[in-house]
């Protein structure tokens, strides 16, 4: 079974850079679409981006150009890449194989204004 583990999440100021990681064990990341979503308390879960090994990564029209999905295959990770954070965009942030259902457990990213 898939388990996945993120981590890197924080507190960081305005326009603060983080970068997540989702780190796989029980498969190989290479071959499954991996994305990452975020949840605020008493909202519904976000897609933030996504990553296949066949087409161009997929990203929320407001973190494109300031967010980067990557994967390290030796490593069976992939990585969320945050810059120019904004205060709105704090929340629990998730990794998931979504057509596989498996979810990690979450790592709470903060940003102060």
């Known amino acids: 079974q898939l388990r996945l583990v993120e981590s890197g999440g924080a507190l960081v100021q305005l326009g603060g850079s983080l970068r997540l990681s989702c780190a796989a064990s029980g498969g190989n990341l290479a071959y499954y679409v991996v994305g990452w979503y975020r949840q605020v308390p008493g909202k519904e879960r976000e897609g933030v981006s996504c990553?296949?090994?066949?087409?161009?990564?997929y990203y929320l029209d407001s973190v494109k150009g300031r967010f980067t999905i990557s994967r390290d295959i030796d490593q069976n990770t992939v990585y969320l890449q945050m810059n120019s954070l904004r205060p709105e965009e704090t929340a629990v942030y998730y990794c998931t194989v979504p057509y596989m259902g498996y979810w990690g457990q979450g790592t709470q990213v903060t940003i102060s204004s």
């Open positions: 990553i296949s090994d066949s087409s161009t990564p």
